[in-house]
C-alpha cells in the first residue's frame, strides 16, 4: 500500500511543476488557448522542474514562521513568494523564448 501512494505522488508533484506556469501564460499571452498554454509550460520546465521544486522547498521555512506567528508574518511572506514565482516565470520565459529562436 504505501507503495502505491509514493507511486502517486511522485508522479503528481512531476506533473504539477511541469503545468505549474500554464497560468502566467495564460495572463501574459491570453489569446492563447488553454490547452496551448499547458503545452508551453510543458516545453518551458524541460530541464527546470528540480529548480522551481528547490525554490518551493525554500518556502517552507517562511511557512512555518507564518505558523509561529498566527499568520501576522504572512504579510510579508505572501507578496514575497509571489514575486519571486512571478520573477521565475519570466526568466524562464526568457530562456525558453531565446531556445524557441535559435532552433
Same mark, same amino acid.
Given at each position: ?20 506556469? $500554464?497560468?502566467? =501564460? ?8 488553454? =490547452? ?23 518556502? =517552507? ?12 508574518? $504572512? ?29
Amino acid at each position: 500500500m504505501f507503495f502505491g501512494f509514493i507511486l502517486f505522488i511522485i508522479p503528481g508533484i512531476i506533473l504539477s511543476l511541469m503545468y505549474s506556469q $500554464a497560468l502566467y =501564460i495564460y495572463i501574459d499571452e491570453p489569446e492563447k488557448g488553454i =490547452i496551448e498554454c499547458l503545452r508551453t509550460s510543458r516545453l518551458a520546465m524541460k530541464g527546470y522542474k528540480g529548480d522551481l521544486f528547490v525554490l518551493n522547498l525554500s518556502f =517552507i521555512g517562511w511557512g512555518i514562521l507564518c505558523a509561529l506567528t498566527l499568520g501576522l508574518l $504572512a504579510l510579508y511572506v505572501t507578496p514575497y513568494c509571489g514575486t519571486t514565482l512571478v520573477n521565475f516565470y519570466t526568466d524562464l520565459m526568457e530562456d525558453y523564448r531565446g531556445k524557441e529562436i535559435t532552433l
